[in-house]
């Protein structure tokens, strides 16, 4: 008997042969195997039929059938995008036909005649294949319904509003533009709109015009061919091809060169564009979203940006609040920093660190915050932070505000760093860096009940 390790789930096989003894044996032998359930057809066009009105994972089809034969079949499926892998069974004398038959569209051919144990092999091939399809879409349906932006951490009014902002407009497809200070995480915010729209499958691809030259900046836009300018030894396409069906995030627009300017405007508006160098018009499909931490309106009025540019991509504009405005979001971003990098992992912050770093204005925001925390788990020898860990970090607000006094900022730590290690008060104790007799003192002071042990 034969044995193979199949992918659990029943395979659906449609056998269509001319030979009647053939077809007979073929399904005899594939009903015995386990995880396998056959049916048969005589015709190409009786064959047509049935997939058409079943969901079958395989058809196995005889090369010469009369009528309707296996390519007719092939490429009748192929049109009505049926979802079955073929197998086109053939005589050894018409190989090379079937042979096309896979630049038709089928999985692979047997030549007759047929042993069961390589065409099982095939069908276990495409089972796994498919198992593997299935588990994708499974895994792509699970991060759907997770949320949608888990990079972007917040409890925050400000920024859940900002948030509700993204989910309402990411489907819509239009054109995006962030505004923000330098370190709020606008990248973030664009990625995470690519990723809740119906191209998040596709390329998200970011561009900082910041960070490239005058002279470089059309080459890296939209391409050169070869030979273009000094130094253009090979064909290059441009981030705009590179991003077609995706997302085109441009970082820093305002420092866009006026002439560049120009011409993404006519990209926006006709959705072709040229190479530099070419002859050859090039059409692209992409998504934009675009930041700057100017106020670009201020800079078209005074001519440092185009307003026809700005009405193109400032139809929807975000603004992401900067930290100073949601300080209550800084336990959570710092717990996130230990959560998500290996080098900040088995360190905490104490309570009077949490209001010490409360106090500071951040004017590089949360990129600032997470280089000052980095820079503490590695030079600190403890597991907690404490206020020393932070030299020359000199508050800037002489209070914090009403939501982060020390009392409530303590109480809101102790919560959760009871809810990290499950209730486990001495675990607890020990990462917030007092006694246990202390932190008893603490969960009766703010009324927080003791779980059991």
Excluded at 36 to 43: F, N, P
Excluded at 58 to 69: C, H, K, R, S, V
């Amino acid at each position: 008997m034969l044995y193979y390790k199949m992918v659990k789930h029943i395979m659906k096989i449609l056998v269509a042969d001319s030979d009647a003894e053939s077809r007979k044996t073929l399904k005899k032998e594939l009903d015995s195997l386990e995880g396998i359930s056959a049916d048969v057809a005589a015709t190409g066009a009786k064959a047509l039929s049935m997939l058409k009105g079943n969901d079958y994972d395989i058809a196995a089809l005889d090369l010469g059938m009369p009528g309707l034969d296996g390519p007719s079949v092939i490429q009748a499926a192929g049109d009505a995008e049926l979802p079955c892998d073929v197998i086109v069974l053939t005589p050894h004398e018409t190989v090379q036909t079937a042979r096309e038959c896979l630049q038709l569209g089928a999985y692979a051919y047997a030549v007759r005649p047929i042993k069961i144990e390589k065409l099982f092999l095939l069908i276990q091939r495409i089972a796994e294949k498919r198992a593997l399809v299935r588990e994708n879409l499974r895994l792509k349906e699970i991060l759907k319904r997770q949320a949608q932006f888990p990079n972007i951490v917040t409890q925050a009014p400000v920024m859940l509003e900002l948030l509700e902002t993204m989910r309402r407009i990411a489907p819509s497809g239009v054109p995006v533009h962030i505004f923000g200070e330098s370190g709020v995480g606008k990248e973030l915010v664009a990625l995470g709109i690519h990723s809740a729209s119906e191209r998040a499958g596709q390329p998200f691809i970011a561009l900082n015009c910041a960070a490239i030259t005058e002279s470089m900046f059309e080459s890296e836009l939209f391409g050169h061919e070869k030979g273009a300018f000094t130094g253009a030894q090979a064909q290059k396409p441009g981030l705009l091809e590179i991003a077609s069906g995706g997302t085109l995030f441009i970082d820093e627009v305002g420092e866009m060169p006026m002439q560049t300017q120009v011409k993404l405007l006519r990209v926006l508006e006709t959705g072709v564009f040229y190479r530099v160098g070419g002859v050859r018009e090039i059409t692209v499909d992409f998504r934009l979203v675009s930041a700057s931490n100017k106020d670009l309106i201020k800079e078209a009025e005074r001519g440092g940006f185009r307003k026809d540019l700005y009405w193109r991509i400032g139809g929807m504009t975000l603004q992401v609040p900067p930290l100073r405005e949601h300080l209550e979001d800084i336990p959570l971003l710092v717990q996130h920093f230990f959560k998500m990098y290996p080098s900040f992992r088995a360190k905490s912050l104490s309570p009077a660190s949490f209001l010490l770093l409360a106090r500071y204005g951040w004017p590089g925001n949360v990129r600032e915050l997470f280089h000052m925390v980095h820079r503490a788990c590695l030079l600190s020898r403890k597991n907690v932070l404490e206020p020393s860990d932070f030299p020359g970090l000199l508050p800037v607000n002489a209070e914090p505000a009403a939501s982060l006094r020390m009392e409530d900022m303590e109480r809101d730590h102790i919560l959760r760093i009871m809810k990290i290690t499950d209730g486990h008060q001495r675990k607890a104790a020990e990462i917030l860096g007092i006694s246990i007799k202390t932190l008893y003192r603490k969960l009766l002071k703010y009324g927080i009940p003791k779980p059991p042990e």
